[in-house]
């Protein structure tokens, strides 16, 4: 049997004169053997709902990591439990993780993960002594890390915000490849009101369509940039082919997973994990409004399912626009139990869907000084609706900088725009 250790999160702290190392953000994990078989590795996974990845370790030397959601859904298709039931758990095991000793300082290894790309950030590392395993590290305690040392010192505040947004844009790159590789006529536009901010999109594709999210979490900045990477990190563990074709049911997964994790618990609870959560009272109020889709190319059906976020479709006449639910995801308010509608819209050829954060919507300008709105929005996307996307974007851009004039922006902008 394998033997399970409790998984916990080490508190993140920056000692006086001591350097930050990799060992400052190790956790304990459970780990496999390569003579523990598939059924085994499915039954641990099933049993720690919150374990994320799982190290196989041979001879007290890391030689692969087991993604819980890559692991999950291979298993789970036909026949798949038949065939690799009984085989060695490396037939699903990624053979080249990052592995970073102990000693490595945190910055050293801050670069080492962007560099690794979006699975260590993901997914986690390996740490080491001297080649013998020792735990895992996760991307959410180095960027915690790193905030700590913000904190700390001016100057590498400013030098770890700079770099805090090399980590935020390669969350983002795979999103854009899958993005530029199924449509064939968009525009996304992403732009923070300071280095970093708080919106954040994601973008995967899939054989028989796609799951698109634009998410605005709560503030910007840096603030708002490390709840993106609480978002993102929760959306790609939990996002799956068929959870996407769902979108209102992951924003409810999104919703008790985000509540669980900020401790935003008000009242006596069982949590995705299926542990009774105590009553206490929410120590903090963050969460996210969100627009969740899921595009099925052969029927050219769009579900949305929206958490104060509405989707703008326009047709040839004239534009529509969805609302979504009033409640926002993770917020203290937002009920553990909340559940989102989907609503099914068919899109016709020629038809362009638009979504934005609130950044456009309530900026403030114009001659009267009030916010742009979402009529006036609409307006703006009528005017140039029969051009390219991209073009379409910097219209959009254009006549957005116009009506802000002299003021100030109020918050991140997201516009994310295709053409069916």
Same mark, same amino acid.
């Given at each position: 049997?394998?033997?399970?250790?409790?998984?916990?999160?080490p508190?993140?702290?920056?000692r006086?004169?001591?350097?930050?190392?990799?060992?400052?953000?190790?956790?304990?994990?459970?780990? $496999?053997?390569?003579?523990?078989?598939?059924?085994?590795?499915?039954?641990?996974?099933?049993?720690?709902?919150?374990?994320?990845?799982?190290?196989?370790?041979?001879?007290?030397?890391?030689?692969?990591?087991?993604? &819980?959601?890559?692991?999950?859904?291979?298993?789970?298709?036909?026949?798949?439990?038949?065939?690799?039931?009984?085989?060695?758990?490396?037939?699903?095991?990624?053979?080249?993780p990052?592995?970073?000793?102990? &000693?490595?300082?945190?910055?050293?290894?801050?670069?080492?993960?962007?560099?690794?790309?979006?699975? $260590?950030?993901?997914?986690?590392?390996?740490?080491?002594?001297?080649?013998?395993?020792?735990g895992?590290?996760?991307?959410?305690?180095?960027?915690?890390?790193?905030?700590?040392?913000?904190?700390?010192?001016?100057?590498?505040?400013?030098e770890?915000i700079?770099?805090?947004?090399?980590?935020?844009?390669?969350?983002?790159?795979?999103?854009?490849?899958?993005?530029? $590789?199924?449509?064939?006529?968009?525009?996304? *536009?992403?732009?923070? &009101?300071?280095?970093?901010?708080?919106?954040?999109?994601?973008?995967?594709?899939?054989?028989?369509?796609?799951?698109?999210?634009?998410?605005?979490?709560?503030? *910007?900045?840096?603030? =708002?940039?490390?709840? !993106?990477?609480?978002?993102?990190?929760?959306?790609? *563990?939990?996002?799956?082919?068929?959870? =996407?074709?769902?979108?209102a049911?992951?924003?409810?997964?999104?919703?008790? !997973?985000?509540?669980?994790?900020?401790?935003?618990?008000?009242?006596?609870?069982?949590?995705?994990? =299926?542990?009774?959560?105590?009553?206490?009272?929410?120590?903090?109020?963050?969460?996210?409004?969100?627009?969740?889709?899921w595009?099925?190319?052969?029927?050219?059906?769009?579900?949305? $399912?929206?958490?104060?976020?509405?989707?703008?479709?326009? =047709?040839?006449?004239?534009?529509?626009?969805?609302?979504?639910?009033?409640?926002?995801?993770?917020?203290?308010?937002?009920?553990?139990?909340?559940?989102?509608?989907?609503?099914?819209?068919?899109?016709?050829?020629?038809?362009?869907?638009?979504?934005?954060?609130?950044?456009?919507?309530?900026?403030i300008?114009?001659?009267?000084?009030?916010?742009?709105?979402?009529?006036?929005?609409?307006?703006i996307?009528?005017?140039? &609706?029969?051009?390219?996307?991209?073009?379409?974007?910097?219209?959009?851009?254009?006549?957005?900088?116009?009506?802000?004039?002299n *003021?100030?922006?109020?918050?991140?902008?997201?516009?994310?725009?295709?053409?069916?």
């Open positions: 049997m394998l033997t399970q250790k409790r998984v916990f999160a508190p993140s702290r920056i006086p004169g001591v350097i930050p190392t990799a060992q400052d953000i190790l956790i304990e994990t459970p780990v $496999a053997s390569p003579l523990q078989t598939n059924l085994e590795i499915q039954q641990l996974f099933s049993e720690n709902p919150q374990l994320v990845g799982l190290p196989v370790i041979e001879d007290d030397s890391a030689i692969g990591l087991i993604n &819980r959601n890559i692991f999950m859904d291979s298993i789970s298709r036909p026949f798949h439990k038949e065939i690799f039931g009984k085989k060695s758990c490396i037939a699903f095991m990624d053979k080249t990052l592995i970073v000793d102990r &000693r490595t300082s945190i910055q050293e290894l801050s670069f080492m993960v962007v560099n690794a790309g979006k699975k $260590a950030l993901s997914d986690g590392f390996i740490i080491v002594d001297e080649g013998r395993y020792v895992m590290g996760m991307g959410h305690e180095l960027v915690r890390m790193v905030s700590d040392m913000q904190a700390q010192k001016n100057h590498i505040v400013m770890s700079a770099y805090a947004s090399v980590i935020q844009k390669s969350y983002l790159r795979s999103s854009r490849e899958d993005m530029n $590789a199924v449509l064939k006529d968009h525009f996304m *536009h992403w732009e923070p &009101r300071d280095i970093v901010g708080g919106d954040y999109y994601y973008f995967s594709k899939y054989e028989d369509g796609f799951f698109a999210a634009i998410m605005d979490c709560s503030g *910007h900045g840096v603030p =708002g940039a490390f709840m !993106t990477l609480i978002m993102a990190s929760t959306l790609d *563990h939990l996002l799956t082919r068929e959870k =996407g074709k769902d979108p049911e992951m924003l409810s997964l999104m919703n008790r !997973t985000v509540k669980v994790s900020l401790g935003q618990v008000s009242q006596k609870v069982e949590a995705i994990t =299926g542990e009774p959560v105590e009553e206490e009272e929410a120590r903090s109020d963050d969460g996210m409004d969100a627009a969740f889709l595009f099925d190319m052969a029927k050219g059906k769009m579900t949305y $399912a929206g958490a104060r976020m509405p989707v703008f479709v326009s =047709g040839e006449e004239d534009i529509v626009i969805h609302e979504g639910k009033k409640k926002g995801v993770g917020y203290a308010d937002t009920a553990m139990d909340y559940e989102w509608e989907n609503r099914e819209i068919q899109l016709q050829s020629g038809d362009c869907v638009y979504v934005t954060t609130d950044g456009i919507i309530d900026q300008g114009g001659k009267r000084n009030i916010a742009l709105g979402k009529r006036q929005f609409s307006e996307i009528r005017a140039s &609706r029969q051009l390219p996307m991209t073009a379409q974007r910097e219209s959009i851009m254009e006549a957005f900088c116009q009506y802000q004039g *003021h100030s922006r109020r918050d991140d902008i997201t516009i994310f725009g295709f053409r069916v």
